[in-house]
T-cell receptor, first 114, second 110 residues
Framework: KAGVTQTPRYLIKTRGQQVTLSCSPI?????VSWYQQTPGQGLQFLFE???????NKGNFPGRFSGRQFSNSRSEMNVSTLELGDSALYLC?????????????FGPGTRLTVL | GQQVMQIPQYQHVQEGEDFTTYCNSS?????IQWYKQRPGGHPVFLIQ?????EVKKQKRLTFQFGEAKKNSSLHITATQTTDVGTYFC??????????FGKGTSLLVTP
């Protein structure tokens, strides 16, 4: 099976702009999670979608939003970008395995806000 | 909310030495997962532990889950340069959110 794909891989934006990131999970996986990774804060959970429904959301401002389509592909959007939004944004395709979901991460989108 | 803490933050070893990273949760975990992230890469799933006191081995890697299901450890025997990377533990918090520790970055010099 093909792995998780994320586009674009790199993005440079300026403050105040908005950005949309895309994630295609592994075929057959219906759950997708998004994380923000920064050197200072580590991996922080943004939100998780299952069958087009957001099941859980992390502690991020409303500028961060997401959605999932019927084919399980997911997008996340960040509006009114701030310098602090510079990070690696990781999407994970989730597969139920026993007591928990195993998460298969994509390569990430490196966002730089100038 | 649930917090997952890892120590040490960094570890530098000579090739052939052993390495251990420890993970502690502020709450009881239903299960714990371990991931490895190579420099410039993305986290890769290593293993999931579910039972109290569980021990699992993957070649030179040994994973343990504490009796109280609030702590875990990863031990690498005789490190190799291919072990370089950051090792994360993660536990499920409310709903379907996976709470990651800050990770332990391992550097192995030949």
């Amino acid at each position: 099976k093909a792995g998780v794909t994320q586009t674009p891989r790199y993005l440079i934006k300026t403050r105040g702009q908005q950005v949309t990131l895309s994630c295609s999970p592994i075929s057959g996986h219906r759950s997708v999670s998004w994380y923000q990774q920064t050197p200072g804060q580590g991996l922080q959970f943004l939100f998780e979608y299952f069958s087009e429904t957001q099941r859980n959301k992390g502690n991020f401002p409303g500028r961060f939003s997401g959605r999932q389509f019927s084919n399980s592909r997911s997008e996340m959007n960040v509006s009114t970008l701030e310098l602090g939004d510079s990070a690696l944004y990781l999407c994970a395709s989730n597969y139920r395995q026993g007591a928990g979901d195993t998460q298969y991460f994509g390569p990430g989108t490196r966002l730089t806000v100038l | 909310g649930q917090q997952v803490m890892q120590i040490p933050q960094y570890q530098h070893v000579q090739e052939g030495e052993d390495f251990t990273t420890y993970c502690n949760s502020s709450t009881t975990l239903s299960n714990i997962q371990w991931y490895k992230q190579r420099p410039g890469g993305h986290p890769v799933f290593l293993i999931q532990l579910v039972k109290s006191g569980e021990v699992k081995k993957q070649k030179r890697l040994t994973f343990q889950f504490g009796e109280a299901k609030k702590n875990s450890s990863l031990h690498i025997t005789a490190t190799q340069t291919t072990d370089v990377g950051t090792y994360f533990c993660a536990g499920f918090g409310a709903g379907y959110a996976l709470n990651f520790g800050k990770g332990t970055s391992l550097l192995v010099t030949p």
